[in-house]
């Protein structure tokens, strides 16, 4: 079993930030990727950022120059600093891994949520 602790949600003021953190424990060979996605009310879900192991990056469209996401290899943790936040960037946050586990096959796991609240 993997479990991703997600912290570093809250309600923030339009223009504010918000560091998220998501540290990945349990049986992982390695790990693939680790991103963020997100979930407002009443809409899907949808891809934040992701950052391979090597720790290259993609991010959505909405995001790109206020997002930056990184991890820590050492510490199987992945972190979203958002700066210059928007009240559309109000959502769940849900940290995502991807990594080989058990028999060497790819599984995903993902965090229990973290609510951004951004008030303008």
């Known amino acids: 079993q993997v479990q991703l602790v997600e912290s570093g949600g809250g309600l923030v003021q339009a223009g504010g930030s918000l560091r998220l953190s998501c540290a990945a424990s349990g049986n992982m060979k390695s790990i693939n990727t680790m991103g963020w996605y997100r979930q407002a009310p009443g809409e899907q879900r949808e891809l934040v950022a992701v950052i391979g192991s090597g720790g290259v990056a993609n991010y959505a469209d909405s995001v790109k120059g206020r997002f930056t996401i990184s991890r820590d290899n050492a510490k199987n943790t992945v972190y979203l600093q958002m700066n210059s936040l928007k009240p559309e960037d109000t959502a769940v946050y849900y940290c995502?891994?991807?990594?080989?586990?058990?028999?060497?096959?790819?599984?995903?796991?993902w965090g229990q949520g973290t609510q951004v609240t951004v008030s303008s």
């Open positions: 995502n891994v991807d990594y080989v586990g058990r028999y060497y096959l790819n599984y995903q796991s």
